[in-house]
């Protein structure tokens, strides 16, 4: 018979518990990154705004503030109300935008 069939190390039941452990590890990390890179993560400490399918008629606007989180949606109206012009924006030939208040 081969050597390697008279070897009783391959039995060894604990490694397959070994390769468990370390897939759950690895698992975990991939998971831990998953949160940290997450813009809402609790533990960032900066403010952001998410823009969920802009240009759609399902646009949502979520805007973190430290601890607060506010969620826009769309309704479909069109805004009406009384205001003056604040200024005017203007995009460059490079695709960026100027806001020049009045």
């Known amino acids: 018979m081969p050597r390697r069939f008279l070897d009783g190390e391959d039995d060894d039941p604990i490694l397959s518990v070994v390769n ?3 897939l759950f590890l690895v698992i975990s990390v991939i998971l831990l990154v998953i949160v940290v890179r997450n813009p809402l993560n609790p533990f960032a400490s ?10 759609e008629d399902d646009m949502t606007i979520t805007i973190k503030e430290g601890e607060e989180l506010t969620r826009y949606e769309n309704s479909g109206e069109i805004g009406d109300g009384d205001g003056v ?6 995009r460059l030939e490079n695709g960026k935008m100027i806001y020049v208040p009045e």
């Not at 900066?46 to 240009?55: C, D, L, Q």
């Not at 012009?85 to 203007?90: F, I, M, P, Q, S």
């Open 46 to 55: 900066e403010n952001v705004v998410i823009i969920e399918n802009p240009g």
């Open 20 to 22: 468990l452990i370390d």
């Open 85 to 90: 012009k604040a200024g005017v924006a203007y």
